[in-house]
């Protein structure tokens, strides 16, 4: 399979707390992408990162790349009711997606 | 600027209907993604295409599956003799060319296809 697969499938974590999720994938990239997909809706772009990065910040978001690994993670800080959602990661050429992680913020 | 706009919101066809799903990319957007999501499930990628040619269609069922993306107009993805199993939600993404964009996705809302 060429997805990205991410893990945990489902995380579920109080208000104020961080959230770490991964991605690994199986070829080479070019780059790699984070997505989230709040219930019944399309999915939006969060971040994106190249190959030739190791880590990116956006906000409370922070993402980063270890292509040895072929892997990728995505962590929130500081989370909030808002952010429960399925986040998803797509690598660049055929924007193949993994099944996603179910986050789910507790208050 | 307009998103992407997918109509019809929610479908619902009976066994052996034909159900035809459109989408209108983002204004100066020449590529067009179609997937398929099952509830819970991630997004499953059905095909790629730019005006008037399929990139890659890996991922559509080799029948009753057919998308088009014409010179003029809304890409539509078309499923004939529609079948229960083909009850899904079918999102359909667009991006600028990969080779000078960032290749980043821009989503509709999706179609809802329910048969009965």
């Known amino acids: 399979s060429q997805q990205g697969e991410e893990d945990p499938q489902a995380l579920s974590i109080q208000e104020g707390e961080n959230a770490t999720m991964n991605c690994s994938y199986k070829t080479s990239i070019n780059n790699l992408q984070w997505y989230r997909q709040n219930s019944g809706r399309g999915l939006v772009h969060l971040i994106l990162i190249r190959s030739n990065e190791r880590e990116k910040h956006s906000g409370r978001l922070r993402v980063t790349l270890d292509t040895s690994k072929k892997s990728s993670s995505l962590l929130i800080t500081a989370s909030r009711a808002a952010d429960t959602a399925s986040y998803f990661c797509?690598?660049?050429?055929?924007?193949?997606f993994g099944k996603g992680t179910r986050l789910h913020i507790l208050p | 600027n307009a998103g992407v706009m997918q109509n019809p919101r929610h479908l619902v066809r009976r066994r052996g209907q034909e159900a035809r799903l459109r989408c209108s990319p983002m204004?100066?957007?020449?590529?067009v993604y179609w997937y398929r999501q099952l509830p819970e499930e991630g997004l499953k990628f059905m095909v790629y295409?730019?005006?008037?040619?399929?990139?890659?269609e890996s991922g559509m069922p080799k029948e009753r599956f057919s998308a088009e993306f014409p010179k003029e107009g809304p890409s539509i993805l078309r499923i004939q003799q529609v079948v229960r199993g083909d009850s899904a939600a079918y999102f359909c993404a667009s991006s600028r060319p990969l080779e000078i964009g960032t290749g980043e996705l821009f989503f509709g809302e999706g179609s809802r296809l329910t048969v009965l």
């Open positions: 295409l730019q005006k008037e040619n399929i990139i890659d």
């Open positions: 797509a690598r660049d050429d055929k924007i193949i």
């Open positions: 204004k100066g957007h020449s590529h």
